[in-house]
């Protein structure tokens, strides 16, 4: 959608929807939402962020909305240094990308450091918020302590509103995410209004898309992520899933139950279970009953290997090739540079800096 006039989809006034809300209104139709995501290349994609959020892209683009997916190589350098491994990383994001089932043909798939147009509307929305603003942000705030470094950089406090510039060159609709980024959400919908009221209406308001699923935990009972070591990455082998799950944290009532609130180790299996399975988790807690951990652990092996086995395979055949992984890239950088050069005209123009 090109027309910053035209309503977000869930009305004007609240900034995020749930999956279950966009489904009622979108009777699955989404061709007319543009929808924005990404990631960071800091290492591999895994189960967490498959069951969580990887899975609904595909859903939305199958059902018609046109994805911008973004390697957000830019954010890497916001707590760490630049090194050889982000060429690796973003390229394997790559490959899990199209691994997972997004077409490359339908989906632009970019890096934002590939975009000159892109950064350059950072300049004018910096212009829009203040650095105090800035500093109360709970996420920066969190990932600055998280970071170890002594002295916050003006990366880490600004780049906020680089991804604001993500969301908002190429109007996005939507843009799922996970609870954790909602205050940066909250910086591009600032940005966007300030922008409209101060010069001409330019920006849409994007909307967080918040998934239904639950946040899958990892093998030590906090929530799977790459900075706690305790995933599964979508590529890793049977065997070496086999083994994780076989170390994650269970509890010793010795019968198996659905319950999230009490029992959040078994729970969590139970759920990852279910959730490869495509069944209520309810079902196949009644259906492993008092066989234990053990079998717990064994349905989830199997459920979980059984559902990535073709994406290993294909993810497998992708990582070997670097030169498609790169064409992909340069091919998305050239879609996102058009859409972004048309969005710094026209701000350039509300600016009345088209000279
Ligand atoms: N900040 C996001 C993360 O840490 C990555 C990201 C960068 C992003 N730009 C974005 C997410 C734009 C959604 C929209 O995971």
Redesign the pocket.
């Known amino acids: 959608m090109a027309d910053g006039a035209h309503p977000a989809p869930g009305g004007e006034s609240a900034a995020h929807l749930t999956e279950a809300e966009l489904a009622g209104q979108l009777i699955g139709d989404a061709r007319q939402i543009r929808v924005?995501?990404?990631?960071?290349p800091t290492g591999a994609l895994h189960l967490g962020h498959y069951l969580g959020s990887l899975r609904n892209r595909v859903r939305l683009a199958d059902a018609g909305a046109e994805l911008f997916v973004?390697v957000?190589d830019y954010?890497v350098i916001t707590d760490r240094d630049a090194s050889a491994s982000i060429a690796d990383h973003a390229g394997g994001l790559v490959a899990d990308y199209l691994a997972i089932g997004l077409d490359p043909a339908r989906s632009t798939i970019f890096a934002h450091s590939a975009v000159p147009a892109l950064n350059q509307l950072l300049l004018p929305l910096m212009s829009l918020i203040s650095v105090p603003e800035l500093e109360r942000n709970p996420t920066t705030k969190a990932e600055a302590a998280a970071s170890g470094r002594p002295a916050l950089s003006a990366l880490m406090l600004t780049y906020p509103v680089h991804?604001a510039a993500?969301?908002l060159f190429c109007r996005a609709d939507l843009?799922p995410?996970g609870k954790d980024?909602l205050p940066?959400l909250e910086v591009t919908r600032t940005v966007a209004r300030r922008f409209n009221t101060r010069y001409t209406p330019v920006f849409t308001e994007p909307k967080a898309l918040i998934s239904d699923a639950p946040s899958v935990l990892g093998s030590d009972g906090h929530k799977m992520s790459k900075s706690h070591g305790n995933t599964i990455a979508l590529q890793a082998g049977a065997d070496e899933t086999a083994a994780i799950i076989k170390g994650f944290k269970t509890d010793t009532d010795r019968h198996i139950t659905y319950d999230p609130e009490h029992r959040p180790e078994v729970s969590n299996l139970v759920l990852i279970t279910a959730l490869c399975r495509g069944e209520d988790p309810r079902a196949v807690a009644e259906r492993i009953g008092s066989g234990g951990a053990a079998a717990l652990k064994q349905a989830a092996t199997e459920a979980v290997n059984e559902h990535l086995r073709p994406i290993r395979a294909r993810r497998a055949e992708l990582a070997g090739d670097r030169g498609y992984l790169s064409a992909i890239l340069r091919r998305g950088a050239e879609r996102a540079t058009g859409e972004a050069e048309a969005t710094l005209a026209r701000v350039r123009e509300a600016m009345g800096m088209a000279y």
Not at 36 to 40: C, E, F, V
């Open positions: 924005l995501t990404g990631d960071r973004l957000a954010q991804q993500d969301i843009v995410v980024q940066h």
